[in-house]
């Protein structure tokens, strides 16, 4: 089965603009996590998908956004780029609740973006 | 603020030897702890899950967990060269799939 994916793998950007990053979760998965991992901060939740419903967000600003589609694949977006968003952003895939491996998230590669 | 502490290391450990790894949740109410692996430059690989109390074995880890003490640890037997790595202890709390994270502990394995 394949893992997840996450497209694009690298990308550069400048100071105030924005970016979409896509994944496509594990084939059967219905949940869509992500995350930023820094050197600073470590690994810091951002939001969580199910069924195209965002259920919890973590304490980042508004500039990022998500959306899951009906096929479970996932985009995020942030806005008004800052060079503290310069991060690898993973994104991991659960399957549903209840059923063999519970609670587990599998990542993708991740994205690395770098904000000039 | 739910916090997950792992021990900062960095740790380096003889090929052979086992590596023991540990972490402390301040989440009374996590129901489900994980360990991941992962390598320079690389995203996370999930190596082991608990949810009971006691011990769970797969291969040459073993991953404990003490739910009274809010005590989740890894051992690593036989450690390798291969096992180099940063370990990430993470907790999930709640009805979300939000997973809390420790620092990471860096393990090295000396030839």
């Known amino acids: 089965k394949a893992g997840v994916t996450q497209t694009p793998r690298y990308l550069i950007k400048t100071r105030g603009q924005q970016v979409t990053l896509s994944c496509s979760p594990i084939s059967g998965h219905r949940s869509v996590s992500w995350y930023q991992q820094t050197p600073g901060q470590g690994l810091q939740f951002l939001f969580e998908?199910?069924?195209?419903?965002?259920?919890n967000k973590g304490n980042f600003p508004g500039r990022f956004s998500g959306r899951q589609f009906s096929n479970s694949r996932s985009e995020m977006n942030v806005s008004t780029l800052e060079l503290g968003d310069s991060a690898l952003y993973l994104c991991?895939?659960?399957?549903?609740?209840?059923?063999?491996?519970?609670?587990?998230?599998?990542f993708g590669p991740g994205t690395r973006l770098t904000v000039l | 603020q739910k916090e997950v502490e792992q021990n900062s290391g960095p740790l380096s450990v003889p090929e052979g030897a086992i590596a023991s790894l540990n972490c402390t949740y301040s989440?009374?109410?996590?129901?489900?702890f994980f360990w991941y692996r992962q390598y320079s430059g690389k995203s996370p690989e999930l190596i082991m899950s608990i949810y009971s109390n006691g011990d769970k074995e797969d291969g040459r880890f073993t991953a404990q967990l003490n739910k009274a003490s809010q005590y989740v640890s890894l051992l690593i037997r036989d450690s390798q060269p291969s096992d180099s790595a940063t370990y990430l202890c993470?907790?999930?709390?709640?009805?979300?799939?939000?997973?809390?994270f420790g620092s990471g502990t860096q393990l090295t394995v000396l030839p």
């Open positions: 991991a895939s659960s399957p549903l609740p209840g059923t063999s491996g519970r609670d587990e998230q599998f």
């Open positions: 998908y199910f069924s195209e419903t965002q259920r």
């Open positions: 993470a907790v999930l709390s709640g009805s979300a799939r939000q997973l809390t």
């Open positions: 989440d009374r109410g996590s129901q489900s």
